[in-house]
């Protein structure tokens, strides 16, 4: 198996091909155009910088178009960017698709389905078990392809649903340890609060924010579906107000982009099993890159901090 770009070291040269991720036009400081391109394959991304960039580069290096690369690995301000030597669209007969550089989550459609499904099962309350269910199924093929955001954490194809099931997951492991909580609206709670963003994003591959995902953002449009879906099950209770809070405020602080704070213990457990899974799944894929003794490079999402891989980590 060929070595991902994220394994390359400084000072190593790359001669492969890659998927353009996004391509960001600039012009520098001596008047000339450049592209900034983020460049990816299943081990992960990189930055490269395309000088002098013409009208005809900006045509063709455009995101989801595949590229060969020849050039090597520099450092630079606290990670590493490939410099390009040479770059050419990949050819008909060379055979690569765009699906060949997608990340995949570690954990089969079939498997994190069949978990979920499981989760769901055990609901006791049939009115958030209805809601759940009629949602997720409306919504499935597209929820065991996307990724949970466009960067940060869990960007990979189906990394949405594996987002879920490690969520899940956690809640399971915190409703045994504080049986007050309610398991129903937790676990709801969980596969939930994320679903909005099959309608916030572009799918798997090169993705980018829709037009309703700028606009309305992936909280709304959940609001909104949990109350379309209670109104289609001709569900009424407060059971509907509660899941739209707990959806509504999973992102804790309104500086953070949450509509309300939490305000319903199921809702502040929420947040908290987010940002765990979100900030844990960052940390194992920063340190997967480094070798024990080393930093990571800064995680911007944590503070632009750097992490220390300990020389006793395998």
Do not use: C
Not at 215 to 226: D, K
């Amino acid at each position: 198996m060929a070595k991902g770009i994220v394994h390359y070291e400084v000072g190593e040269q790359v001669d492969i091909f890659l998927l353009i991720k996004s391509a960001t036009k600039g012009v520098a400081s001596n008047g000339k155009p450049f592209l900034t391109l983020i460049l990816q394959d299943q081990s992960g991304e990189i930055e490269a910088k395309l000088w002098d960039a013409s009208q005809k580069d900006e045509e063709m290096y455009v995101a989801q178009n595949i590229v060969k690369i020849f050039g090597d690995i520099h450092h630079y301000r606290g990670r590493n960017q490939l410099k390009i030597r040479n770059i050419r669209l990949a050819e008909p007969h060379e055979n690569v698709s765009a699906s060949d550089f997608v990340e995949t989550a570690p954990m089969s459609q079939e498997d994190m389905i069949d978990k979920i499904t499981q989760f769901i099962f055990e609901m006791k309350n049939a009115n958030i078990q209805r809601i759940t269910r009629h949602l997720l199924k409306k919504h499935q093929k597209e929820f065991l392809t996307y990724p949970a955001a466009t960067k940060n954490h869990h960007e990979f194809a189906s990394g949405l649903a594996y987002h879920v099931v490690s969520m899940l997951e956690l809640a399971k492991a915190i409703v045994n340890l504080y049986p007050s909580l309610d398991k129903d609206l937790l676990y709801a709670g969980v596969i939930l609060h994320d679903l909005g963003k099959v309608t916030e994003l572009s799918g798997p591959i090169a993705t980018n924010y829709t037009v309703a995902g700028n606009l309305l953002g992936h909280i709304s449009i959940m609001v909104n579906e949990i109350a379309e879906a209670a109104n289609e099950l001709q569900i009424e209770g407060e059971e509907v107000m509660v899941l739209q809070h707990l959806v509504l405020s999973h992102h804790g602080k309104a500086e953070w982009g949450s509509p309300k704070p939490p305000m319903i213990k199921e809702a502040e457990i929420l947040h908290y099993i987010d940002n765990i899974d979100a900030k844990m799944n960052m940390l194992d894929r920063a340190l997967e890159k480094v070798k024990p003794g080393e930093f990571t490079e800064r995680i911007f999402a944590l503070d632009n901090r750097s992490f220390y891989k300990p020389t006793f980590h395998k």
